[in-house]
């Protein structure tokens, strides 16, 4: 709500907070786990990146003593960079839900079929809590 209407910080994260509670939806966020898959990615990706590090380091003809040092910074490098750019996917992710908790009539107007997919798969994981 910070960037949509220009509220502060705070008074954004009360106002979400306020918004999924009145909805019932305190549930659906603490059970978010967008993050967590996301942090997934990024320690893949460092991963791989850790493994070209190594053969890189084997190509250049440096040492096993080299390995875990080229590992380490490639990891890093990709964890890092990789964590960046999840960071913009999970804050996208996150506006989608805030708008549609406050609107969801509207998405409903102007996309009908992404409306009616969402709505479907909520029901499926919160039948309980999701009353659209």
Same mark, same amino acid.
């Given at each position: ?24 939806? !305190?549930?659906?966020?603490?059970? *978010? ?9 990024? +320690?893949? @990706? ?10 890189? +380091? ?5 040492? +096993? ?11 890093? @490098?990709?964890? @890092? ?12 992710? *996150? !506006? ?6 406050? +609107? ?29």
């Amino acid at each position: 709500m910070q960037g949509l209407y220009g509220y502060s910080f705070v008074e954004s994260g009360k106002n979400v907070f306020t918004l999924f509670k009145s909805r019932g939806w !305190t549930t659906i966020i603490t059970d *978010n786990l967008i993050g967590n898959v996301l942090f997934m990615v990024s +320690a893949g @990706v460092g991963l791989i990146t850790g493994l070209i590090g190594i053969l890189l +380091a084997n190509m250049k003809g440096l040492g +096993a003593e080299f390995a875990g040092g080229a590992f380490g910074v490639g990891f890093i @490098v990709g964890l @890092v960079l990789t964590s960046v750019l999840m960071g913009v996917v999970e804050s996208a992710v *996150n !506006t989608v839900i805030v708008c549609y908790a406050e +609107a969801p009539n509207e998405f409903q107007q102007n996309h009908p079929e992404l409306s009616n997919a969402m709505r479907e798969k909520w029901r499926q994981a919160w039948p309980v809590e999701f009353r659209y």
